[in-house]
């Protein structure tokens, strides 16, 4: 899997200058703005060759993990060809490569400086099946637990968890509802694969 904390890191940020319609995004600009945000994370100055962003490209174009980002080059200047594309929309259907981001976290975690990683962890392994260290493990044994807040503010950790618990609550409800039995629907369920996750849950704690 062509993936580690730097790429996700400039995955997000290629993401965020291809949405960006007021920039003009050449190499040069993609180069910078990756470097930027890899050495905001280090806390010292890093720099990010243009063969690796080069290589990100091709990643986020293909469907190695499922992005198939519409991304057109013109005159120098990458875009995407799709305004309202976003590689954070995009559903993670591969069971296998949600185990291999599960086990990334849990490797790198504690050099990894985000409250919201055990949450997106734990949260993971509710779908994979995988075991977790212990560590990890939840003291209640459903991470669909309704939690009653008090009117103080919540912490960003807290709404984190609890965007994940209805995005899961919801994929869950999918599976129980009852499917149409007709000819049309029965194909579409064999050439569809079901939603797993969503990169937005992923990218979100970077």
Known sequence: MPVNLNAFIRYKTIDSCLKNQFVTCDIEYLIRKCSEAISNKAGEIRSVSERTVRNDIKVLRSD???????????????????????????????????????????????????AKVKTLIVSLASVTG???????????????????FTSSQLSAEEIYQAKINKYLKSLQDNKTKPKKKSLASYFKLRSSSPELFKWDLVFEFI
């Open 130 to 148: 995988e075991k977790l260290p212990e560590k990890f493990t939840p003291k209640d044994s459903s991470i669909f637990e309704t939690k009653i």
């Open 64 to 114: 190695i993990l499922g992005f198939n980002a519409p991304i057109v080059c013109i005159d120098r200047v990458y875009k995407y060809s799709e305004s309202d594309y976003s590689i954070f929309n995009t559903p993670i259907i591969d069971k296998e490569l949600l185990v291999e981001i599960q086990n990334l976290l849990i490797e790198e975690f504690d050099r990894i400086n985000s």
